[in-house]
T-cell receptor
Framework: AQTVTQSQPEMSVQEAETVTLSCTYD???????LFWYKQPPSRQMILVIR??????QNATENRFSVNFQKAAKSFSLKISDSQLGDAAMYFC???????????FGTGTSLTVIP | EAGVAQSPRYKIIEKRQSVAFWCNPI?????LYWYQQILGQGPKLLIQ????????DSQLPKDRFSAERLKGVDSTLKIQPAKLEDSAVYLC??????????????FGQGTRLTVV
């Protein structure tokens, strides 16, 4: 089974600053999808951003962007201009191309300091 | 578009009792997932359905957990008998089966189970 590793259990950032959350994964597949999900205290998991492995260009969604390094099997999330509402658990997830595996990392708890 | 519906939101039971959770995925989503999320941890996949067939149940404790998706739409997850360590949030998610768009899983709000 594929594994997803998030080595930062907790991170903090000053409001309006930038923070980067790390994720590495292990796979023998060449085609797959990677995701960052946000889980606020209300616990509903919300998609932040997705990256297709076949695309070399890093995905961007407003203040959120990723640094996808396929050879290194690294997929970090950068949050720019951090806002108080960004405080949550962030999970990195891997999905195989055929959809038969959808695995999550252990999460990073992000605190935004006013 | 209606999201993934789960019920109940909360459940408290005594150990050795039985409990069932219900999930209705987004209309048209062929793939349905059940995850167990213990406090402070990431979601752990328990079982994955494609339509009414099981794709992956390798991490489902089959001696006490069961799940079904008889008509390929909604699904139930049952625990019988429950143990203290089953206390967790049970998340249901669904996704489309084909294509390179909308590949993500959409989640329900989860059911928080407390076993006392």
């Amino acid at each position: 089974a594929q594994t997803v590793t998030q080595s930062q259990p907790e991170m903090s950032v000053q409001e309006a600053e930038t923070v980067t959350l790390s994720c590495t994964y292990d796979t023998s597949e060449s085609d797959y999808y990677l995701f960052w999900y946000k889980q606020p205290p209300s616990r509903q998991m919300i998609l932040v951003i997705r990256q297709e492995a076949y695309k070399q260009q890093n995905a961007t969604e407003n203040r959120f962007s990723v640094n996808f390094q396929k050879a290194a099997k690294s997929f970090s999330l950068k949050i720019s201009d951090s806002q108080l509402g960004d405080a949550a658990m962030y999970f990195c997830a891997y999905r195989s191309a055929n959809g038969n595996q959808f695995y999550f990392g252990t999460g990073t708890s992000l605190t935004v300091i006013p | 578009e209606a999201g993934v519906a789960q019920s109940p939101r909360y459940k408290i039971i005594e150990k050795r009792q039985s409990v069932a959770f219900w999930c209705n995925p987004i209309s048209g989503h062929a793939t349905l997932y059940w995850y167990q999320q213990i406090l402070g941890q990431g979601p752990k996949l328990l079982i994955q359905f494609q339509n009414n067939g099981v794709v992956d149940d390798s991490q489902l404790p089959k001696d006490r957990f069961s799940a079904e998706r008889l008509k390929g739409v909604d699904s139930t997850l049952k625990i019988q008998p429950a143990k203290l360590e089953d206390s967790a949030v049970y998340l249901c998610a669904s996704s489309q089966l084909f294509g390179r768009v909308n590949t993500e899983a959409f989640f329900g709000q989860g059911t928080r189970l407390t076993v006392v």
